[in-house]
């Protein structure tokens, strides 16, 4: 393997080393994949408006999220079935999370447990600086929590189906989610990213073409012992059977203000793409809002997330952090989000192939080259910390639109 010089280049090497069905699984999206592909493409559409002449000596990339301090605006998403990748999974992911000073977001679909991840090492939780080499005290979350001194917060995602969309007689049962949630809770897992775009899980031919399943050799970590039933194969996707026969469809806006009964914790809310649904989040009582289309593995034909950001950032007016999932792949990519109005981003797939080509070291590598881009970015754009970051550092195809040619008389 030669020299790795941008996130992208991860792609092509798992998928030499990974079998088909994983690749698959990670790589593909919904139906004609439009979305997955626009979700990269939509980018290269916003374009840069560098201000010259500006002492950039000094570059400021740290932020907080929700009270907590962080090296830099770009976090981890939650992926599924991370030991599909390499051994470690979830575990390699977590350090490379802390040495860069940022947060991971633990997929609920995990093949290692909420405990497993939050045992990983010296460094990980609950010392008074952040681990590696940026070395930031944490701040508190307010009156939600006790000061106490951390080093890696994790958001802790939960998918739809895992707190408040299970199957019928687990949502019933309101006694065993809540265990699920004290389960996070206690692991020391800070925020809860809960995923709403999934009634049913979207049309993925790829998986239906490989009868994709769980490797025997891996289980749900977090679903041991909860008699949900198993991933077995099927006549199409065993994931998409197994979702069909775990959720609730009837999932509405007043699940989530139950949620937020049984914890104090944060939620995030994610997978809006539209001002109508982000408004009714924040009176919902969100945290936050994650402007996501699930990797466009959902519904094709959705906007690229970079697209519908701007629509969401304006109809929340402030009230609550707006976050960006998908498509990122370059630190310009982080620049124009945030120029958009969103306080940070998540990747998710350069974190999966990056694990399948280097365990650790390549997840490390990509936070670091993300990092190295985007801190290039701001200081060939003139900007010396986030809050310089403005929309008009940008300009996109929709502020001027080309005027409608005039009629022939």
């Known amino acids: 393997m030669g020299e790795i010089t941008n996130v992208m280049e991860y792609e092509g090497i798992a998928k030499q080393k990974l079998p088909k069905m994983v690749f698959d699984y990670y790589a593909s999206g919904a139906e004609d994949q439009w979305t997955l592909h626009e979700n990269r493409f939509a980018f290269s559409r916003i374009l840069f408006r560098p201000r010259i002449l500006i002492d950039v000596s000094k570059i400021d990339m740290t932020t907080t999220v929700l009270g907590f301090k962080i090296s830099m605006p770009i976090m981890i998403a939650p992926t599924a079935m991370q030991k599909m990748a390499h051994p470690e999974g979830e575990y390699a992911t977590a350090r490379a999370a802390s040495a860069a000073g940022t947060i991971m977001t633990l997929s609920s679909w995990a093949t290692s447990s909420v405990e497993e991840v939050a045992s990983t090492g010296p460094g990980i939780r609950f010392s008074s600086f952040i681990s590696g080499s940026y070395g930031m005290v944490m701040e508190g979350l307010g009156p939600l929590f006790q000061h106490t001194p951390i080093t890696d917060p994790h958001l802790y995602h939960v998918f739809s189906t895992f707190f408040v969309n299970m199957s019928s007689r687990v949502y019933k049962d309101r006694n065993v989610v809540a265990q699920l949630v004290r389960r996070a809770e206690r692991a020391g897992f800070k925020a809860i990213a809960l995923t709403v775009d999934t009634p049913r899980l979207g049309r993925r031919e790829a998986d239906i073409k490989n009868r994709f399943t769980l490797p025997p050799f891996l289980t749900l970590k977090n679903f041991e012992g909860l008699d949900l039933g198993k991933m ?159 929309r008009d550092h940008i300009v996109t195809e929709w502020d001027h639109p080309h005027p409608r040619p005039l009629p022939r008389l």
């Open 232 to 390: 077995d194969l099927a006549n199409d996707s065993g994931l998409a059977a197994y979702v069909a026969g775990q959720i609730d469809r009837s999932l509405s806006w007043k699940d989530v203000k139950w949620l937020q009964t049984i914890t104090s914790l944060p939620i995030l809310v994610k997978g809006v793409l539209t001002a109508e649904d982000a408004r009714i989040a924040v009176q919902a009582g969100a945290a936050g809002i994650i402007v996501s289309n699930h990797g466009a593995r959902q519904l094709d034909y959705v906007p690229a997330t970079i697209m519908a950001l701007e629509e969401v950032v304006k109809a929340v007016q402030g009230r609550v952090p707006v976050f960006l999932d998908g498509g990122v792949r370059r630190g310009t990519d982080v620049f124009k989000a945030l120029a958009l109005g969103a306080s940070g981003i998540f990747i998710g797939r350069p974190v999966v192939f990056s694990l399948a080509a280097e365990g650790e070291a390549g997840v490390r590598n990509v936070l670091r080259m993300l990092r190295e881009e985007f801190e290039l970015t701001m200081a060939l754009s003139g900007c010396r910390s986030l809050k310089e970051i403005t």
